[in-house]
T-cell receptor, first 115, second 111 residues
Framework: GAVVSQHPSWVICKSGTSVKIECRSL??????MFWYRQFPKQSLMLMAT?????????EQGVEKDKFLINHASLTLSTLTVTSAHPEDSSFYIC???????????FGPGTRLLVL | GESVGLHLPTLSVQEGDNSIINCAYS??????FIWYKQESGKGPQFIID?????DKRQGQRVTVLLNKTVKHLSLQIAATQPGDSAVYFC??????????FGTGTSLTVIP
């Protein structure tokens, strides 16, 4: 149980385009999901907390208009990187609070490469 | 946010030996800790957790030790195998709020 999936796994796009990444909790409902980005050989950096039915809470320094988050259902949160640029290239990982509301379970990540 | 750091960024061990990965945390109010394993190109995978009312917890081949006095957490892997090669993160949590992650330790198992 407590499986989290992400789609797509890989995405390569041109500079200026927008990219949507999906995060799904497959066998449980997640009222709270989290979005992280990770650069090579570095730790996870929390970008925002996604709450079902309400606006996301963004960490300091993360542009909310750049990284749009929608959590429309109890099993799906989406992150849209708008007008992507090469510096947005990164590994984006989502997580969801498990059924016990304590442990976080992570998705497999989405690697974004902006050319 | 609170800082969680790892003492050793890299660790190499011989296959079959035991591995010990260390983590220091700074928030004395943290009451829940998790160790995650992250293989290259994949998301972090839950390994084991421990609450602050415990000093030790064992899983399959893994043991987590918590020393609240010095705010130190360790992960012990018994009989390390090549499949254990990965980056290991500790994460701390206070009262169900946000998790804070350490910088990670890269474990390499030498066959």
């Amino acid at each position: 149980g407590a499986v989290v999936s992400q789609h797509p796994s890989w995405v390569i796009c041109k500079s200026g385009t927008s990219v949507k990444i999906e995060c799904r909790s497959l066998d449980f409902q997640a009222t709270t999901m989290f979005w992280y980005r990770q650069f090579p050989k570095q730790s996870l950096m929390l970008m925002a907390t996604s709450n079902e039915g309400s606006k996301a809470t963004y960490e300091q320094g993360v542009e909310k208009d750049k990284f749009l988050i929608n959590h429309a259902s109890l099993t799906l949160s989406t992150l849209t990187v708008t007008s992507a640029h090469p510096e947005d290239s990164s590994f984006y990982i989502c997580s969801a609070r498990g059924p016990q509301k304590e442990t976080q379970y992570f998705g497999p990540g989405t690697r974004l490469l902006v050319l | 946010g609170e800082s969680v750091g790892l003492h050793l960024p890299t660790l190499s061990v011989q296959e079959g030996d035991n591995s010990i990965i260390n983590c220091a945390y700074s928030n004395s109010a943290s009451d829940y800790f998790i160790w995650y394993k992250q293989e290259s190109g994949k998301g972090p995978q839950f390994i084991i957790d421990i609450r602050s009312n415990m000093d030790k917890r064992q899983g399959q081949r893994v043991t987590v030790l918590l020393n609240k006095t010095v705010k130190h957490l360790s992960l012990q892997i018994a009989a390390t195998q090549p499949g254990d090669s990965a980056v290991y993160f500790c994460a701390e949590n206070e009262a169900g709020n946000q998790f804070y992650f350490g910088t990670g330790t890269s474990l390499t198992v030498i066959p």
